[in-house]
């Protein structure tokens, strides 16, 4: 069965600083892999995806995530946070060789410190 | 291009009641999924639907049910309501090619059941 695993509820980063938010995975064949984030009082947003190829991948709002195949994680970062940041991110995986819905994690929510 | 509509934005019912919520997906969009997000679980799948017929469900009990018409709008309903069914349901849709297309939210519905 498919999962997905974000272990912290909620970082904390100080304006300026590097960003990680962690999500880990687990699917039975290869995943497509998603970023999702929500501002207060609405949907979410698409912020980016891993399909194949280059491990790093670029989205928007300057977000970055790196696949690891070997730790089956798909970590999201950010080199340089703004209090804009602020939201709750989701993580969210789907096994490419199923016909199978797409599974989010719980969520973590991001705290930018001015 | 108008994005994925929900209607109504809140509802507040009581136990044992019934409540129909509406999404109209982005044009040219033939997926949609439904999703409940509550604080403690996260988003939880509910159902998709394709070309009206529905894809995949979800583990919810058969209070929740779902259906898509002709021209690609979804409506989801729940039975005898329960004070546990309070929660943001989300609604997306997809182009749904190659099963990595991003989804599409809405603002969602927030249903209160008291």
């Known amino acids: 069965a498919q999962s997905v695993a974000q272990p912290e509820d909620q970082v904390n980063v100080a304006e300026g600083n590097p960003l990680t938010v962690k999500c880990t995975y687990s699917?039975?064949?290869?995943?497509?892999l998603f970023w999702y984030v929500q501002y207060p009082n609405r949907g979410l947003q698409f912020l980016l995806k891993y399909i194949t190829g280059d491990n790093l991948v670029k989205g928007s709002y300057g977000f970055e995530a790196e696949f690891n195949k070997s730790q089956t994680s798909f970590h999201l970062k950010k080199p340089s946070a703004l209090v804009s940041d602020s939201a709750l991110y989701f993580c969210?995986?789907?096994?490419?060789?199923?016909?199978?819905?797409?599974?989010f994690g719980k969520g973590t929510r991001l705290h930018i410190l001015p | 291009k108008a994005g994925v509509t929900q209607t109504p934005r809140y509802l507040i019912k009581t136990r044992g009641q019934q409540v129909t919520l509406s999404c109209s997906p982005i044009s040219g969009h033939r997926s949609v999924s439904w999703y409940q997000q509550t604080p403690g679980q996260g988003l939880q799948f509910l159902f998709e639907y394709f070309s009206e017929t529905q894809r995949n469900k979800g583990n919810f009990p058969g209070r929740f049910s779902g259906r898509q018409f002709s021209n690609s709008r979804s409506e989801m309903n729940v039975s005898t309501l329960e004070l546990g069914d309070s929660a943001l349901y989300l609604c997306?849709?997809?182009?749904?090619?190659?099963?990595?297309?991003?989804?599409?939210f809405g603002n969602g519905t927030r249903l209160t059941v008291t």
């Open positions: 699917v039975s064949g290869n995943p497509y």
């Open positions: 997306a849709s997809s182009l749904d090619r190659d099963r990595n297309s991003p989804l599409h």
């Open positions: 969210a995986v789907r096994d490419r060789n199923r016909d199978d819905k797409i599974i």
